[in-house]
């Protein structure tokens, strides 16, 4: 199987070990990944609010290459994903708009067509690679981890955006980590917002939000977190010291994104997976790594 994959700006600067993770996994899974290393950023979603057809042009460019490709698009985060598929609805839907992208991308050679197939990383786990084949993957299930799924926001909501049903059911996580060998628990905020989007207007909000969510997992039993974005991983890993500051109380709750969990799973190691990037440190996870060397994945 292979994707034109789109990484995103985070991947390849804050959270580069979630770039060097999910080629690493896709490798094992037997996909094929051809990184789009001309794809610029998405915009977030401030872009959308401040110059809607920048925030077009931007998004249908990357549609476009994947398409130029003819491959489907494959992304690893939550906020470009939601991205894509709002600019694409808007283009299908609207001759005028897409007229005047596809002028915007015409001096670069591009033309997008409204046929590129755009799938969150966890989504290709379930309909590419699907539950048979992964089980029969995975050799070193992670059995005695309990860990806390944390969907966030822009992979859930609207949820008429999606096509992959787990978007109004919110299992797909707790799904893929029983099939790993994890014990998933239940806890208040799991598909509630990382407050990413509100960090640079008012940490402060982001910290007692997110506080709360980590606050709640640990309480459930979590060993660690896992997560489908890169956004939401910066907040619950990278704002955690100043979390646990706010709240008069030690967290050290590991935060892991999909492809690392997938990966401990395939017997990639916590080095190889680059989970010593993380500022939370996750040397409790090291005791669910592979311990038989030959099964000890290598780059």
Same mark, same amino acid.
């Given at each position: 199987?292979?994707?034109?994959?789109?990484?995103?700006?985070?991947?390849?600067?804050?959270?580069?070990?979630?770039?060097?993770?999910?080629?690493?996994?896709?490798?094992?899974?037997?996909?094929?990944?051809?990184?789009?290393?001309?794809?610029?950023?998405?915009?977030?979603?401030?872009?959308?609010?401040?110059?809607?057809?920048?925030?077009?042009?931007?998004?249908?460019?990357?549609?476009?290459?994947?398409?130029?490709?003819?491959?489907?698009?494959?992304?690893?985060?939550?906020?470009?994903?939601?991205?894509?598929?709002?600019?694409?609805?808007?283009?299908?839907?609207?001759?005028?708009?897409? !007229?005047?992208?596809? /002028?915007? $991308?015409?001096?670069?050679? @591009? +033309?997008?067509?409204?046929?590129?197939?755009?799938?969150?990383? &966890?989504?290709?786990?379930?309909?590419?690679?699907?539950?048979?084949?992964?089980?029969?993957?995975?050799?070193?299930?992670?059995?005695?981890?309990?860990?806390?799924?944390?969907?966030?926001?822009?992979?859930?909501?609207?949820?008429?955006?999606?096509?992959?049903?787990?978007?109004?059911?919110?299992?797909?996580?707790?799904?893929?980590?029983?099939?790993?060998?994890?014990?998933?628990?239940?806890?208040?905020?799991?598909?509630?917002?990382?407050?990413?989007?509100?960090?640079?207007?008012?940490?402060?909000?982001?910290?007692?939000?997110?506080?709360?969510?980590?606050?709640?997992?640990?309480?459930?039993?979590?060993?660690?977190?896992?997560?489908?974005?890169?956004?939401?991983?910066?907040?619950?890993?990278?704002?955690?010291?100043?979390?646990? !500051?706010?709240?008069? /109380?030690? $967290?050290?709750?590991?935060? @892991? +994104?999909?492809?690392?969990?997938?990966?401990?799973?395939?017997? &990639?190691?916590?080095?190889?997976?680059?989970?010593?990037?993380?500022?939370?440190?996750?040397?409790?996870?090291?005791?669910?790594?592979?311990?038989?060397?030959?099964?000890?994945?290598?780059?």
């Amino acid at each position: 199987m292979k994707f034109a994959y789109y990484p995103g700006c985070s991947a390849r600067s804050t959270c580069a070990e979630l770039n060097e993770a999910t080629h690493l996994v896709a490798r094992r899974l037997g996909l094929e990944l051809v990184q789009l290393d001309s794809a610029t950023c998405t915009g977030a979603r401030e872009l959308r609010a401040i110059d809607p057809a920048a925030f077009y042009a931007l998004n249908i460019r990357i549609l476009a290459l994947a398409e130029r490709e003819r491959l489907p698009l494959m992304t690893v985060c939550n906020t470009c994903t939601l991205n894509v598929l709002d600019a694409h609805a808007a283009f299908v839907n609207d001759p005028s708009l897409a !007229k005047a992208v596809n /002028e915007c $991308l015409a001096p670069e050679g @591009l +033309h997008y067509s409204g046929r590129t197939r755009i799938s969150h990383f &966890l989504w290709v786990l379930y309909e590419d690679i699907g539950e048979a084949r992964l089980r029969g993957l995975i050799v070193n299930p992670l059995s005695g981890m309990t860990v806390a799924a944390f969907y966030g926001c822009h992979i859930t909501r609207p949820p008429l955006r999606y096509g992959f049903v787990d978007s109004r059911n919110n299992i797909a996580l707790e799904r893929l980590a029983k099939i790993l060998g994890c014990q998933p628990i239940d806890y208040s905020g799991r598909t509630e917002c990382c407050g990413f989007h509100t960090a640079a207007h008012d940490e402060k909000v982001t910290i007692k939000l997110t506080g709360q969510h980590i606050a709640s997992a640990k309480m459930g039993g979590a060993k660690a977190m896992v997560t489908p974005c890169p956004l939401c991983h910066t907040v619950l890993d990278g704002f955690q010291r100043e979390i646990e !500051k706010d709240m008069s /109380e030690k $967290l050290d709750m590991p935060i @892991l +994104h999909l492809p690392q969990l997938v990966g401990l799973a395939l017997g &990639l190691s916590p080095e190889a997976l680059r989970i010593d990037r993380h500022m939370v440190p996750a040397h409790a996870l090291a005791d669910y790594a592979a311990r038989d060397p030959n099964l000890i994945g290598k780059p």
